[in-house]
C-alpha cells in the first residue's frame, strides 16, 4: 500500500513538470471527460488524497475552492503544503488500521461503513484513473504522457536502483 502512495506521488511530481510545459491556457481547457481541465485534474487528486485521510482520522475536509488554486505553481505549493500530513500518515500505516471503520453519513441520511483499508486504496486507485484521463488528454495535445509503468522506478527496498 505504501509503495503506491509513492508511485502516485512519483507520478504526480512527473506530471507537474510535464505541466510547465505548456500554456496556462491549455491546462486550463475544458476537457472531455474528468473534472474539466488538467489543473483542475490536479487539484482534485490532491484534494482528495488530504481529505480522506483527514476524514478518516476525524479530522474536518477539506473546504477550498479550485479557482483559488487555479495555476500550476498554486496547485503545487498546495500539494506540498498537504503532503506532510498525507505522508506522515501514510509511513504510519499498520496492520491495525486495516480493519478500522469509517462510518460515512450520506445527504440523504443513509449510513454508509467502509473499512479504512478500502478507502485508503479507493484514494490510490482515484488517483491512478485520473492520471490515465490526464494520459489521453496529453495525447489529444499531441505530447507524450507521462509514463504509468510501475517497473523501473525503484519503489521496492529489493530494486537496483
Same mark, same amino acid.
Given at each position: =500500500? +505504501?509503495? #503506491?502512495?509513492?508511485?502516485?506521488? =512519483? ?10 510545459? %505548456?500554456? /496556462? /491556457?491549455?491546462?486550463? +481547457?475544458?476537457? $472531455?471527460?474528468?473534472?474539466? !481541465?488538467? *489543473?483542475? $485534474? *490536479? ?13 478518516? +482520522?476525524?479530522?474536518?475536509? #477539506? +473546504? ?17 503544503? %498537504? ?5 506522515? #500518515?501514510?509511513?504510519?500505516?499498520? !496492520? $491495525?488500521?486495516?480493519?478500522? %471503520? #469509517?462510518?460515512? &453519513? %450520506? ?5 454508509? &461503513?467502509? &473499512? ?18 490526464? !494520459? ?22 529489493? !530494486?537496483?536502483?
Amino acid at each position: =500500500m +505504501q509503495m #503506491f502512495f509513492r508511485y502516485n506521488w =512519483m507520478v504526480r511530481e512527473e506530471w507537474y513538470r510535464w505541466c510547465e510545459e %505548456l500554456s /496556462e /491556457e491549455e491546462l486550463l +481547457q475544458n476537457r $472531455t471527460g474528468g473534472v474539466g !481541465s488538467i *489543473l483542475h $485534474t *490536479l487539484f482534485h487528486i490532491v484534494d482528495v488524497e488530504w481529505s480522506w485521510i483527514r476524514l478518516i +482520522q476525524g479530522k474536518p475536509d #477539506f +473546504q477550498e475552492s479550485f479557482n483559488n488554486y487555479n495555476s500550476l505553481i498554486k496547485i503545487q505549493e498546495l500539494d506540498a503544503k %498537504l503532503h506532510v500530513e498525507v505522508e506522515r #500518515f501514510v509511513n504510519n500505516w499498520d !496492520s $491495525t488500521m486495516e480493519n478500522r %471503520l #469509517f462510518y460515512d &453519513t %450520506l445527504p440523504d441520511g443513509k449510513i454508509i &461503513t467502509d &473499512t479504512w483499508g478500502e478507502i485508503v486504496r479507493h484514494i490510490i486507485a482515484h488517483e491512478i484513473h485520473h492520471v490515465g484521463q490526464l !494520459s489521453i488528454w496529453a495525447r489529444e495535445i499531441g505530447k507524450k504522457p507521462i509514463s504509468a509503468n510501475v517497473i523501473g522506478r525503484g519503489l521496492s527496498s529489493y !530494486s537496483n536502483n
